[in-house]
């Protein structure tokens, strides 16, 4: 069809999904073709696409709340072997007991940092890679290379500790923090979106659910009047007021 661009279809959800170019060809257009080439043996329900958008909404917050409870849970491990631990003997003796070349406190930050800065954080170095490869920076860049930079030089400074018996502090507690801290931010404002989205969906809904199309001839008789759904509606067509009424 003139105008279509192109389109996907799932076959097991029986979902399809059509790039058209609205200045060529309109909804309608594309149902009623889809109609008419399976000769009466397909049937075609067009979906609100801001019903699409809240389900979408409420898996991405679920997906965000999920990656900051796990980075919560292994940053607070984390600032409490820094924070806490020293103050308690019993804990600080216990993290300084050597295992290896490290101490078995560097080994738990180690560990845990690690999870969260490459497995929880992966999505920055992700959305990072994509926005360099477009030549633009944005807020994941950022904290890519804040928390590397804060990561990577704790790891140096533990091997060259190990290497020459100088030991430097490690600051594995800022990437991981930091990394919470963000995935904090980006799920109030996946909620903050998902309010927004329930607010247009409202009022979205106030319109009629179908309309009365009313088809004309060259010399303006009445030719056909037939009931469509509303989000089939085109610029230029003729809409039975009586219909809107009643339906309203």
Do not use: H
């Not at 980075?71 to 993290?95: A, E, G, K, N, T």
């Not at 080994?107 to 990072?128: D, E, H, N, P, S």
């Amino acid at each position: 069809m003139k105008g279509v661009r192109a389109f996907r279809l799932d076959r097991i959800l029986l979902d399809l999904e059509v790039l058209f170019d609205p200045e060529v060809i309109g909804s309608r257009s594309v149902v009623d073709g889809i109609v008419a080439g399976g000769n009466g043996r397909l049937k075609v329900n067009v979906r609100n696409p801001y019903t699409t958008m809240k389900s979408s909404g409420t898996e991405e917050s679920s997906n965000m709340f999920r990656l900051f409870t796990s980075s919560l849970c292994l940053s607070i491990p984390v600032f409490l072997i820094r924070v806490l631990c020293p103050r308690v003997p019993f804990l600080y003796s216990w993290i300084l007991w050597r295992c290896g070349p490290f101490l078995m406190g560097d080994w738990l930050k180690w560990a845990l940092v690690t999870i969260v800065q490459f497995v929880i954080g992966k999505r920055f170095y992700v959305a990072a890679a994509r926005a360099l490869r477009n030549r633009s920076t944005n807020m994941d860049v950022l904290v890519a290379l804040g928390t590397s930079a804060s990561y990577f030089y704790s790891v140096g400074a533990l091997l060259y500790g190990a290497l020459t018996g100088f030991w430097s502090t490690t600051y594995f507690e800022t990437s991981a923090m930091l990394i919470t801290f963000v995935l904090l931010g980006k799920y109030l404002e996946i909620l903050a979106k998902g309010k927004t989205s329930d607010a247009i969906k409202k009022l979205v809904e106030l319109t009629p659910a179908t309309a009365m199309l009313v088809i004309k001839d060259a010399g303006g008789n009445l030719v056909e009047e037939r009931e469509i759904d509303a989000l089939l509606i085109q610029p230029r067509d003729i809409k039975s007021s009586s219909w809107f009424k009643s339906s309203c």
